[in-house]
């Protein structure tokens, strides 16, 4: 196969309160609900909106800064990559399944009702190639000082090798602080546990699956 992508990028509000927990290892990871909508036409030419619902696997420092200053409404920008786990139902012995967006990149936007909303700030993990920076939403709002020289209103982004600057997006004269918020590196970017030896029931209920 010459290559091959896998890359996600949402918008949207959250469906409730970041799930924040610790692995045995000591890592921190969040779960978070995140609702986008559909907009299309139907056959009599009218207006509709359908509403999709994702599972977010946020590690490390991202999952902390969703616990500090995520909450249910707030409108975030989730960028990462989709990941799927497998594991044998311990009741009827089938193999279960369940995909996830594993976020490698966050940007808090200006709308919703949660914590410090007034803000917009862009958190990240470096980004594909590097040099990819975060930001550009949320017009004329001062972004959180996460990011690395993080500057919104002209998304730029650092490609698949570098160099390549993509789409220009503009925030209305956004600025981003100083500090750094950078992921921990598991192989190119955060990775689920794997699932225990056996087959057994990785944390997952039947609840969680989306199908």
């Known amino acids: 196969m010459a290559g091959s992508v896998n890359k996600v990028i949402l918008i949207g509000n959250l ?18 609900g995140l609702a986008t909508n ?15 619902y994702h599972n977010i696997v946020l590690w490390g420092r991202l999952a902390e800064l969703a616990q500090q200053y995520l909450s249910k409404g707030r409108s975030v920008y989730i960028e990462g990559r989709l990941e799927t786990s497998s594991w044998d139902d311990k009741q009827t012995g089938q193999k279960r399944y369940k995909t996830e967006v594993i976020g490698e990149e966050m940007t808090f936007l200006g709308g919703g009702e949660g914590r410090g909303a007034s803000q917009g700030g862009g958190y990240g993990g470096g980004g594909y190639g590097g040099g990819q920076q975060g ?21 730029q982004g650092g490609g698949y090798g ?10 209305g004269g956004q600025q981003g602080g100083g500090q750094t918020g950078s992921l921990p590196s598991f192989g190119g970017g ?20 989306p199908f």
């Not at 469906?15 to 779960?31: F, H, K, L, M």
């Not at 559909?38 to 359908?50: A, F, L, M, P, V």
């Not at 390549?164 to 503009?170: L, N, P, S, W």
Request: glycine fraction near 30%; charge should be negative; charged fraction near 20%.
């Open 135 to 155: 930001g550009g939403y949320g017009g004329g709002q001062q972004g959180g000082g996460y990011g690395g020289g993080q500057q919104g209103g002209g998304q």
């Open 190 to 209: 955060p990775s689920a546990p794997a699932p225990a030896p056996g087959g057994g029931d990785p944390g997952f209920h039947d609840d969680d699956i």
């Open 162 to 171: 570098g160099g390549q600057q993509g789409g220009g997006q503009q925030g």
């Open 38 to 52: 559909r907009t299309y036409k139907d056959r009599d030419g009218n207006r509709q909106e359908k509403p999709e």
């Open 15 to 32: 469906t409730r309160d970041p799930e924040v927990r610790s692995t045995q290892s000591g890592q921190t990871v969040a779960n978070l």
